[in-house]
């Protein structure tokens, strides 16, 4: 099924409030407040998704972990199908990328 733009940037908000049920185990935060989510692609034909993410460190250990609970957390949105996450490391994350509640959170100014 083809959807509108309109109809497209829905699901990828949908998306978004999904991959915020994801919480990084280390931090308790979940990955969208944490600014590991760069970018969503969501194609409108064929339902596939791609989350491009980073990680807080290059050798992160929860780097399954994390993929796992997203492919869990994608589930529950129906128009996704055949979800894929690419691990990108540029731009380099860092803490500024956080949103303003979790750096509250975190105790970071």
């Given at each position: 099924?083809?959807?509108t733009?309109t109809?497209?940037?829905?699901?990828?908000?949908r998306?978004l409030?999904?991959l915020?049920t994801?919480?990084?185990p280390?931090?308790g935060i979940d990955?969208?407040?944490?600014?590991?989510?760069?970018?969503?692609?969501?194609?409108g034909?064929s339902?596939?998704?791609?989350?491009?993410?980073t990680l807080?460190?290059m050798?992160c250990p929860?780097?399954?972990?994390?993929?796992?609970?997203?492919?869990?957390a994608?589930?529950?949105?129906?128009?996704?199908?055949?979800?894929?996450?690419k691990?990108?490391?540029?731009?380099?994350?860092?803490?500024d990328?956080?949103?303003?509640y979790?750096?509250?959170?975190?105790?970071?100014?």
């Amino acid at each position: 099924m083809a959807y509108t733009e309109t109809e497209v940037e829905a699901i990828k908000e949908r998306v978004l409030a999904a991959l915020e049920t994801v919480i990084d185990p280390e931090l308790g935060i979940d990955i969208v407040n944490l600014g590991l989510v760069y970018e969503v692609e969501f194609d409108g034909e064929s339902g596939h998704t791609v989350i491009k993410m980073t990680l807080t460190t290059m050798g992160c250990p929860l780097a399954d972990v994390l993929t796992e609970s997203i492919h869990e957390a994608l589930a529950d949105v129906p128009e996704v199908s055949n979800p894929e996450v690419k691990l990108v490391w540029y731009p380099a994350w860092t803490t500024d990328k956080m949103s303003r509640y979790a750096r509250i959170a975190l105790g970071i100014r």
